[in-house]
């Protein structure tokens, strides 16, 4: 996609989405996106859903309102599933670098969880299909 900026934006591979969500080469091997304690890093269940919808907390929030990842990268987990160019597949047990599976079902690769859902939904290891129509919960991150 080349728009207003003149730079070739695209959806990241699910592998680019979980190599930068796992703080790339400067990964310090967290469950979430930034730490082992995902009340540090994310917007999910217990402090997004059950605050009930009068509270200002309730839903998806302004992105980099929690602590950031290794590369300074927010919300890679919690707040919003985040979109991959991959649709959906399962992982096969050959060695692959950076694989990308662009044909499928129909239904996208989603990964980081989201605002209504448990901590191990969230985990930098989840994966979910997304359906290719519009979810509430569901939002993308650019890749270059």
Not at 84 to 99: F, K, L, N
Request: aromatic share 14%; glycine share 12%; with cysteine.
């Amino acid at each position: 996609m080349k728009y207003l900026t003149g730079l070739n934006f695209r959806l990241p591979t699910e592998a680019e989405w979980e190599f930068a969500a796992r703080g790339g080469n400067l990964s310090k091997g967290y469950k979430y996106a930034g730490s082992n304690d995902i009340d540090e890093v994310a917007w999910y269940v217990n402090n997004s859903y059950l605050v009930g919808t009068g509270s200002p907390d309730y839903g998806t929030h302004t992105v980099g309102t929690k602590k950031p990842n290794e590369l300074g990268l927010y919300d890679m987990s919690g707040n919003v599933w985040e979109i991959c160019a991959d649709r959906e597949y399962d992982y096969t047990s050959d060695p692959q670098t950076d694989p990308a599976y662009p044909e499928g079902s129909g239904n996208y690769q989603g990964r980081s969880g989201c605002w209504n859902m448990a901590a191990k939904l969230c985990r930098v290891s989840n994966r979910n299909f997304y359906p290719s129509y519009n979810v509430s919960s569901a939002g993308f991150r650019l890749a270059l």
